[in-house]
T-cell receptor, first 115, second 111 residues
Framework: GAGVSQSPSNKVTEKGKDVELRCDPI?????LYWYRQRLGQGLEFLIY????????KSGLPSDRFSAERTGESVSTLTIQRTQQEDSAVYLC?????????????FGPGTRLTVL | SQQGEEDPQALSIQEGENATMNCSYK?????LQWYRQNSGRGLVHLIL?????REKHSGRLRVTLDTSKKSSSLLITASRAADTASYFC???????????FGTGTRLTVIP
């Protein structure tokens, strides 16, 4: 089937507004990751979901960031009261199992611009 | 914070030449992976090398890992213009769930 998909592909918002980003992982993949990539930088880990276990939120930069996942399917990343420093590409990845040795499959990302 | 650093930050070579990128990391790892990124969007997994492996090959790619020096290298042989992209190393720290990415090397292959 299809790879990881993300929507929207681009989002422009005004400072202070909330945004919601969506990720559809590959069917059957139990693990789902969110990363942030600022311009010219590497990826920063944000949050990790594995099956029905409690998510690993250790990478979330502030309490304005939150994410949910419905079972082993769609995930949404919400950023409240957006700030200009939130501008980045937000990448989602999934893997068949959450073990550290497994390859992660990345979506195309959502480019967020906060004016 | 990011775990690894790639060296060089940017590399420009002629088509047909070999390209070598290096990655250093800080803590003990379970494995190290190399990814490729085109145009600042989705990443594609290239190769994974486990902490008990020293060298691995995949097509024109050769990866080495030296855990005593906490470093890895990616060699692309007989480069092609289509290899132009950013290359990132990513480590899975022992006991962690996620990948820690380096800062990336921007490779340009001139036709």
């Amino acid at each position: 089937g299809a790879g990881v998909s993300q929507s929207p592909s681009n989002k422009v918002t005004e400072k202070g507004k909330d945004v919601e980003l969506r990720c559809d992982p590959i069917s059957g993949h139990t693990a789902l990751y969110w990363y942030r990539q600022r311009l010219g930088q590497g990826l920063e880990f944000l949050i990790y979901f594995q099956g029905n276990s409690a998510p690993d939120k250790s990478g979330l930069p502030s309490d304005r960031f939150s994410a949910e996942r419905t079972g082993e399917s769609v995930s949404t990343l919400t950023i409240q009261r957006t700030q200009q420093e939130d501008s980045a590409v937000y990448l989602c990845a999934s893997s068949f199992r959450g073990s550290p040795g497994n390859e992660q499959f990345f979506g195309p990302g959502t480019r967020l611009t906060v004016l | 914070s990011q775990q690894g650093e790639e060296d060089p930050q940017a590399l420009s070579i002629q088509e047909g030449e070999n390209a070598t990128m290096n990655c250093s990391y800080k803590t003990s790892i379970n494995n190290l992976q190399w990814y490729r990124q085109n145009s600042g969007r989705g990443l594609v997994h290239l190769i994974l090398i486990r902490s008990n492996e020293r060298e691995k090959h995949s097509g024109r790619l050769r990866v080495t890992l030296d855990t005593s020096k906490k470093s890895s290298s990616l060699l692309i042989t007989a480069s092609r213009a289509a290899d132009t992209a950013s290359y990132f190393c990513a480590t899975v720290q022992t006991g962690a769930n996620n990948l820690f990415f380096g800062t990336g090397t921007r490779l340009t292959v001139i036709p």
